[in-house]
């Protein structure tokens, strides 16, 4: 089993920044892909960011240019940092792990309120 712990939202003016953080522990013998969704209200969950263990990342359009992913491999931590950000970028944020202990599954993080105000 993996638990996932997030930290980093809260409110914020448009055009300022917020970085999120996601915390891995648990029983597992290695984490693949980890990532960054976001559900807005009356929206369907979309994906904002993903990094592979290679290291190489991936953006929606929406936030490209504007929001940087990384990880710590040894602290099994994924971060957002989030800069420019816009009224809509408000959403709940959810980590998302895939990791292996013994099969592969995929794991989410409780969510975290980003709220952008104009």
């Known amino acids: 089993q993996v638990q996932l712990v997030e930290s980093g939202g809260g409110l914020v003016q448009a055009g300022g920044s917020l970085r999120l953080s996601c915390a891995a522990s648990?029983?597992?013998?290695?984490?693949?892909?980890m990532g960054w969704y976001r559900q807005a209200p009356g929206k369907q969950r979309e994906l904002v960011a993903t990094?592979?263990?290679?290291?190489?990342?991936n953006y929606a359009d929406s936030v490209k240019g504007r929001f940087t992913i990384s990880r710590d491999n040894a602290k099994n931590t994924v971060y957002l940092q989030m800069n420019s950000l816009k009224p809509e970028d408000t959403a709940v944020y959810y980590c998302?792990?895939?990791?292996?202990?013994?099969?592969?599954?995929?794991?989410w993080g409780q969510g975290t309120q980003v709220t952008v105000s104009s």
């Open positions: 998302y792990v895939r990791a292996y202990s013994g099969y592969v599954r995929d794991y």
């Open positions: 648990g029983t597992f013998f290695y984490i693949n892909d």
């Open positions: 990094i592979p263990s290679d290291g190489s990342t």
